[in-house]
């Protein structure tokens, strides 16, 4: 029988709660590629210090929707001012091959990904406190105030979507955080690989008889 496949995760969260911290540290523990993140292409303009296929891969608005038309999105948004999407033959390829793949991406995203793969796990990352998550986006450094105000606004639009994941992760202590992610991503991986073991034994019976 086939190798076990891997677990697809979305990861959402209003800027500045925390998320790219935790996958970056929880990818950290475990290095051996168990776990990867799915590079999305977009139409907005790298940032400084961001390099293409790496962060993102960075595209015209045409080129992007010549690649919608193509089919090789699996799910695609306009957020806000701008076209994201997520690559469908990266995801498939990377799951089939037995990694997990986490999603970051916004909840439009997410109904869709929830549509096509009924199978996928949710995350939603809450700040502990809007007074948090505005302080947060300062430390961080990279936004004037003008941008943190407009980010503090989609802020509440993005979690106003929270109630459609299925777990939801408050990132107050940080290393509690990046183990309760740690937890739902292994205790999904267990389950998927007792699931297949029961498969092959059921199947060997069956096909014995
Ligand atoms: N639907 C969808 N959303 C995405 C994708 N890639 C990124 N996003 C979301 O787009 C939003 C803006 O991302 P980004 O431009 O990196 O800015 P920032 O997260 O506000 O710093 C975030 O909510 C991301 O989760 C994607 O491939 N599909
Ligand atoms: N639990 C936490 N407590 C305090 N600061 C945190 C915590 N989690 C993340 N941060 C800090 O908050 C800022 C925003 O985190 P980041 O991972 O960039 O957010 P996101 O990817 O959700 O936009 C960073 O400076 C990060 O170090």
Redesign the pocket.
């Known amino acids: 029988m086939s190798k076990v496949s891997g677990n697809l995760f979305v990861i959402?969260a209003p800027?500045g709660a925390g998320k790219s911290s935790m996958i970056d540290a929880l990818l950290r523990r475990h290095r051996k590629g168990s776990m990867q993140v799915s590079v999305?292409t977009?139409t907005?303009k790298p940032r400084p210090g961001e390099k293409d296929g790496e962060h993102y891969f960075f595209v015209d608005e045409e080129t992007f929707l010549q690649q919608v038309d193509a089919g090789n999105f699996y799910?695609?948004?306009k957020?806000f001012d701008?076209y994201?999407?997520?690559s469908r033959h990266v995801i498939e390829d990377t799951l089939a091959s037995g990694v997990d793949v986490f999603l970051?991406?916004?909840w439009?995203?997410a109904r869709q990904v929830k549509a096509a793969y009924p199978g996928v796990h949710t995350v939603f990352i809450l700040p502990p406190s809007n007074a948090e998550l505005e302080r947060r986006l300062r430390i961080r450094g990279q936004d004037s105030d003008e941008v943190i105000a407009r980010?503090m606004a989609k802020a509440q639009h993005?979690m106003a979507h929270y109630g459609e994941f299925g777990y939801i992760i408050v990132n107050e202590v940080f290393d509690d955080s990046v183990d309760q992610l740690e937890h739902i991503v292994l205790s999904q991986r267990l389950r998927r690989s007792k699931q297949q073991i029961r498969y092959r034994e059921i199947l060997q019976d069956l096909l014995a008889e």
Do not use: K, L, P
């Open positions: 959402a800027s999305s977009t907005r799910e695609h948004a957020v701008h994201y999407g997520t970051d991406i916004d439009q995203g980010r993005e």
